[in-house]
């Protein structure tokens, strides 16, 4: 294979800033040195940033393209996305009927192994059916429901390679039948739109759930039974210290006081930054659907029709940066942590997040102000 490498003084590594080369192939980074060899090619992104690619593992689409759609659809979505520096993306399918989410799992699948996807498609993330109808937010309550072995069992077991997570409501999940199927097929468990209290949370921990979906929204927080305090999913993930927390970063669903409420309790290492962007990101429509639940956008947000909630975002993987940094105070070192090697570790990604020897070629080049410059993606400039 050809070698190539990216000049910069700005390569962000774990922990520090490095002035040197990255050398990869068409797959892998070979090295990461102050040396310089002879390749075939050079970018010089001196002056600018440069990152491992970002990683979002919770969006419904962008660009005007939806990923519960069809495969076309969803390989014009991550297009989309990889111009904003997603290079890894996990597609969301919102809960609906299990035939029509089972029709979108089949699309993501095909998707996954389309040769006009220029990034990586993790998997489908399931956003439902088994959520709760009281922290519903914008799925449509006429298909949330409690999980039902018969259904989900068989869906499993023939489309496990193309599900990465499954979001949902431990409180309605008793016996741990669900979160235990989900460990045994190696799919991440994450507990959203809940209701659940400390000791369901507990038990959906123990069994496997170590994620909590877009922290603040849709997740319940401390009630009170005859008088005696209960925590709610909020509480629950700041007290266990390995539960991880995924949050819209957008400075719309979070002001940037709440974002630095959650960093400084939670730390980079265990937080993921997320768009939950709907299909209108990036366009200039102002007026969509997300499954049967209709949405309006205004303020740079979506939003019900009656304004009662918010319903998604119309973020991209560089505004969720830039608002940590510039609104948060939040350290680029930290932020970009956030975008890319938290996110691999919850989905168990090894050859991501990190630009390191044998981790894949993806990068991102920014500037200051967290504008995309370029974007590589297995060792591939995106044009």
């Not at 490095?18 to 970018?43: C, M, N, Q, R, W």
């Not at 496990?160 to 045994?184: H, M």
């Not at 468990?189 to 922290?215: K, P, W």
């Amino acid at each position: 294979m050809a070698m190539k490498r990216i000049r910069s003084d700005r390569i962000i590594l774990k922990d520090r800033f490095f002035d040197g080369y990255i050398y990869f192939d068409d797959e892998k980074i070979t090295e990461v040195t102050a040396k310089e060899y002879p390749v075939s090619e050079t970018y010089d992104m001196t002056g600018y940033y440069v990152s491992a690619g970002f990683i979002d593992i919770h969006t419904h689409g962008g660009g005007g393209y939806r990923f519960e759609g069809s495969t076309d659809e969803i390989v014009k979505a991550c297009d989309f996305h990889l111009k904003h520096g997603t290079t890894s993306i996990v597609p969301t399918i919102s809960a609906a009927d299990f035939d029509s989410m089972a029709e979108s799992v089949i699309s993501v699948k095909n998707a996954m192994n389309d040769p006009r996807v220029k990034g990586t498609i993790i998997g489908a993330h399931m956003e439902g059916p088994y959520l709760s109808r009281k922290q519903a937010g914008a799925q449509c309550p006429a298909h949330i429901t409690v999980p039902f072995e018969e259904d989900y069992l068989h869906f499993i077991e023939k489309n496990a390679s193309a599900i990465a997570r499954w979001t949902y409501a431990p409180e309605n999940d008793k016996e741990e039948k669900f979160a235990k199927t989900l460990k045994k097929y190696d799919i991440v468990a994450s507990a959203g739109h809940t209701d659940a209290i400390y000791s369901d949370m507990l038990r959906a921990f123990e069994n496997g759930c170590q994620l909590v979906t877009h922290l603040y929204s849709c997740t319940s927080t401390i009630t009170r039974d005859h008088g005696f305090r209960r925590l709610g999913v909020i509480e629950t993930a700041y007290l266990l210290d390995d539960m991880y927390v995924e949050i819209i970063c957008d400075g719309k669903h979070l002001p940037p006081e709440l974002i630095k409420l959650i960093y400084k309790l939670k730390g980079a290492d265990k937080i993921a930054l997320i768009t939950d962007s709907l299909s209108l990101a990036g366009t200039d429509q102002i007026h969509g659907f997300m499954q049967a639940t209709e949405f309006i956008i205004e303020d740079g947000v979506c939003k019900l029709m009656d304004r009662s909630a918010f319903a998604g975002s119309i973020a991209t993987a560089d505004r969720l940066v830039r608002v940590a940094v510039k609104d948060a105070g939040i350290p680029l070192l930290d932020a970009i942590k956030m975008m890319t090697s938290t996110p691999a570790n919850i989905m168990k990604l090894s050859t991501k997040g990190k630009i390191a020897r044998n981790m894949d070629a993806d990068f991102v080049v920014f500037d200051e102000n967290i504008s995309i410059k370029a974007v590589f993606a297995r060792g591939n400039l995106i044009e």
